[in-house]
């Protein structure tokens, strides 16, 4: 019988992040964990359980693959010490699949080539499995992990190789996810990491040119009864850990996935939530769901306050004093916002970096935390073909989200962006030293104009 090999492979940047960074993210930890004290940073490993594991554990079982799983996540990177155990689990014919970021392609791509070598066959899927050369694995997947891929997991078993992609159906797919996701071999992170994910749905209906999720076009519920089910198995298996990130791209995009969260969690008292959303989400009937289900934390994309470059790169807003009062009416509703800051965009200027400082400046009384990146050509995200020419790195172990960017930007030279991004950390980086944002007892939002629908 085929067996499939799932692994985690490890993330080089997890050995030598960014030194002002790593100094911003203990004041993040500092001050979340005053608010949350059970929450944590993990030391060593992985910050959150590889949710795809799980998912892709589920899809082989529904073809009638038997499954194990490798976690290399805390194994040097190296094709070779990430080769032996990998090998010493599988046979001659079985499956090992991969799903890579790009600090790893290289590694996954290394190490493709010894266990091919050895008669495996390597499958690739995720955000970069594109850019594998023909020929350096048996299968390359890409699109959606869902129903559909079982018969392509099927027929990979059965010898067939190549390239495939499940097609994307523009707007909201008609048909809900049925299945759950299958933790049975990610019990290991019990107790090491500090919150769960979970999604009640699938993909994304905004197309930010940025943004390494808009390729999926479309959005796909999760059905009721696989999202309790789902929930069942995280409250077996995590029994301890009570914070859980709402995966969904956009809190409120798909009110039936709202309805569902809301019903699973009301009658499980205890859970903490951390949610994200578009401005435009922002309206009174989501912010009310995000209190009833007990969100903490709302996450929002603030990629810089020049609304005009946000327009040519996709992003959908009514202007920045209109996210500035949506901010600020989620801080008074009682939610901390935590900013998802992006820098090394390729439209940024001088004067559009001054005014995002300016404003972060300006509303720190409404900002809680940000998570920090830089922009990285993903080659999912919709402006890859048009930035491809531009990428002067195509070392993929340097196309990290704590690293200077890999393209030359149409406005600054690399350097430049860099320097501009390292201002951004220490000016989150202030604000996080500084007292937290004072806010009035949970109450229900009013956010002008007042939705009607």
């Not at 949350?36 to 030391?43: G, Q, R, T």
């Not at 490993?45 to 976690?71: K, M, N, R």
């Amino acid at each position: 019988m085929t067996r499939c090999c799932i692994v985690q492979l490890p993330f080089p940047s997890t050995h030598e992040p960014d030194a002002r960074l790593s100094a911003y993210y203990r004041d993040y930890d500092r001050r979340f964990r005053a608010f949350l004290p059970e929450y944590f940073i993990p030391s060593d490993g992985l910050w959150e359980i590889p949710l795809w594991v799980a998912h892709l554990t589920a899809l082989l079982e529904q073809a009638g693959l038997e499954s194990g799983f490798q976690d290399l996540s805390r194994t040097p990177a190296d094709s070779g010490a990430c080769a032996a155990p990998v090998l010493a689990a599988t046979a001659p014919g079985d499956l090992v699949l991969f799903s890579p970021l790009a600090q790893n392609l290289r590694l996954a791509l290394d190490l493709a080539h010894e266990l091919q070598a050895a008669g495996r066959r390597v499958v690739l899927g995720g955000n970069m499995a594109p850019l594998a050369p023909e020929g350096s694995v048996h299968a390359v997947h890409r699109g959606q992990l869902d129903a559909g891929f079982v018969t392509v997991l099927a027929e990979l078993a059965a010898g067939r190789g190549g390239r495939t992609e499940k097609p994307a159906v523009l707007g909201l797919v008609p048909r809900p996810i049925t299945w759950a996701p299958d933790y049975r071999h990610l019990e290991g992170y019990r107790g090491r990491v500090p919150m769960l994910r979970l999604n009640a749905s699938h993909g994304c209906l905004y197309r930010c040119a940025f943004c390494g999720d808009a390729w999926s076009k479309q959005l796909t519920l999760v059905g009721a009864d696989a999202l309790k089910a789902e929930v069942d198995q995280l409250a077996e298996r995590f029994p301890e850990t009570r914070l859980i990130y709402v995966g969904d791209k956009t809190f409120g995009q798909s009110r039936e996935a709202v309805a569902n969260l809301l019903a699973v969690f009301r009658a499980r008292p205890g859970y903490k939530f951390i949610v994200q959303t578009h401005v435009l989400q922002v309206k009174d009937r989501v912010v009310e769901a995000m209190l009833e289900l007990g969100a903490v934390a709302v996450e929002l994309g603030f990629e810089s306050a020049d609304s005009q470059m946000l327009k040519r790169l996709g992003k959908l807003s009514r202007g920045l004093d209109d996210y500035t009062a949506r901010i600020h009416a989620l801080s008074d509703a009682g939610l901390n916002v935590v900013l998802n800051m992006m820098g090394g965009l390729d439209e940024e200027t001088e004067e559009s970096h001054a005014q995002t400082v300016r404003w972060l400046e300006d509303n720190r009384r409404a900002l809680w935390l940000f998570n920090l990146y830089n922009f990285v050509p993903y080659p999912l995200i919709p402006d890859f073909e048009r930035l491809r020419e531009r990428i002067v790195d195509w070392d993929f172990a340097h196309w990290r989200e704590d690293a200077p960017v890999v393209y030359r930007p149409s406005h600054l030279t690399p350097e430049r962006s860099w320097e501009l991004f390292q201002e951004k950390i220490a000016t989150a980086h202030r604000i996080v030293r500084g007292p937290d944002p004072v806010r009035p007892a949970r109450v229900a939002p009013t956010i002008a104009p007042k939705e009607t629908a």
